[in-house]
């Protein structure tokens, strides 16, 4: 999102469109940023010792979750208020449903149908290209996310293990 809060400073709304008609760069990062739960500011300190840890530290175990997507516009489950789980009625198929009903398996696959072309335009955020660079940098050995969004890998993460159950 930081590259769109610099263009948000530098071109005028008015010729900012993204690929969803209608929608400028403003309203583009209003409506994703619905899906971010509230959060108090970052102390500076705690930016620069983490940079110390990982400036310090070679082949990191990295692991992260559905808030790491939050901000490619991605709403997680549980967030209070944000999540999905706060803003509809419907909950994920279980596995026992999908495997035991032949109509609970059709109305998981016509949803991601019909979802797959929004899910697949999301794209990596800063934190996901963060975590790429540390990588080529030799800092981050592995890492194991229970996001299975691709985003990570669309950053460039290459020892990458995408495991969600």
């Not at 309203?27 to 705690?46: G, R």
């Not at 790491?68 to 516009?73: A, F, K």
């Amino acid at each position: 999102m930081t590259f769109i809060l610099a263009a948000m400073n530098k071109i005028p709304l008015s010729i900012c469109r993204v690929r969803t008609p209608h929608r400028t760069i403003k309203e583009l990062y209003i409506h994703t940023q619905s899906f971010v739960p509230k959060s108090p500011p970052v102390e500076p300190i705690h930016i620069i010792k983490l940079q110390n840890f990982v400036n310090d530290s070679k082949k990191l175990l990295v692991l992260t979750g559905a808030g790491l997507s939050t901000e490619s516009g991605i709403p997680d489950y549980r967030s209070e208020g944000v999540g999905l789980y706060a803003r509809s009625n419907s909950k994920p198929i279980q596995y026992s449903e999908f495997l035991n009903s032949e109509e609970r398996r059709k109305i998981y696959w016509a949803r991601n149908y019909v979802g797959f072309p929004r899910f697949s335009s999301f794209k990596p955020n800063t934190s996901h290209k963060v975590l790429a660079d540390w990588e080529k940098k030799g800092k981050i050995h592995w890492l194991v996310t229970q996001n299975v969004d691709n985003l990570h890998a669309e950053a460039g993460t290459k020892n990458l293990t995408e495991l969600h159950g």
